[in-house]
């Protein structure tokens, strides 16, 4: 499991999720292993950093 879909204006659904991982604290201790492993694997700070210069030189030249 790596995340639980709810619908935002359910706040029953909300809150049974909640007890839910309250009350089985290994679903949400994997939830945060594969989350961490899933980012680890797709996202750098270098790409981020080359994504925001980009974003910045973008916005310069734009309004000169």
């Known amino acids: 499991v790596v995340g639980f879909f709810v619908d935002r204006n359910n706040e029953?659904?909300?809150?049974?999720?909640?007890?839910?991982?309250?009350?089985?604290p290994h679903v949400g201790n994997e939830m945060g292993h594969q989350g961490r492993i899933f980012v680890q694997n797709n996202y750098s700070w270098e790409e981020n950093v080359?994504?925001?210069?980009?974003?910045?030189?973008?916005?310069?030249t734009n309004n000169n």
């Open 12 to 24: 029953q659904q909300i809150a049974s999720t909640i007890l839910y991982l309250h009350d089985n």
């Open 50 to 60: 080359s994504q925001m210069i980009r974003c910045y030189d973008d916005i310069v």
